[in-house]
């Protein structure tokens, strides 16, 4: 049976705690010169540890940096990679690297922007799902690829890939 790590994943939990370990993050790299790498790490770290770049995070790197408001938002908003609004309970990572492509990763794609009614970026309106686009998730074997969650689903179809947002959803209304 796969064995899974809780240790890895042992992020802080609370807002404070998530604070603490951004200030810390900050602190160690104010020692640093080149302030817009130190930015983007700055960046990195709050979203690894929300999920994506709250408004009242932004103000604090800001002033904690001494970079203007202004600036951190232009360095988010023009990186894809930033996320300014929280994802969907499960993130839908969709690979688009070469290997899925070629297995026909596009047709993928569209089936589920068309099942969950979203665009690349997009979250769905009952907060349930999210979409991604992602390059080589090293599963190329079996491709198409998309991880779901903590999940990776492989040799999608369309077909395949409607059926597994379903019975995400269902596990999602389950849960509520
Ligand atoms: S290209 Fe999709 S997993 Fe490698």
């Not at 370990?21 to 540890?49: D, F, G, R, T």
């Not at 309970?89 to 979203?118: F, N, S």
């Not at 597994?164 to 849960?175: G, N, S, T, V």
């Amino acid at each position: 049976m796969a064995k899974t790590s809780t240790k890895e994943r042992a992020t802080p939990a609370t807002h404070e705690e998530k604070l603490a370990e951004l200030k810390a993050h900050m602190a160690e790299l104010q020692k640093q010169e080149n302030a817009q790498s130190q930015l983007i790490s700055i960046l990195h770290k709050a979203q690894s540890l929300y999920g994506y770049l709250p408004n009242h995070v932004m103000d604090e790197i800001a002033q904690t940096m001494g970079i203007p408001t202004a600036h951190i938002w232009g360095v988010a908003t023009f990186y894809h990679y930033f996320k300014l609004t929280p994802p969907g309970r499960y993130e839908i990572a969709l690979c688009l690297g070469t290997a899925c492509y070629v297995k026909g990763a596009a047709q993928i794609l569209q089936a589920v922007k068309d099942e969950l009614k979203i665009d690349v970026g997009g979250v769905t309106e009952d907060g349930v799902f999210s979409l991604a686009p992602a390059r080589c998730l090293g599963a190329c074997g079996l491709a198409p690829v998309a991880m779901i969650g903590e999940k990776i689903h492989g040799e999608l179809t369309p077909k395949k890939v409607v059926q597994i947002l379903k019975d995400y959803r269902k596990q999602a209304e389950k849960d509520k």
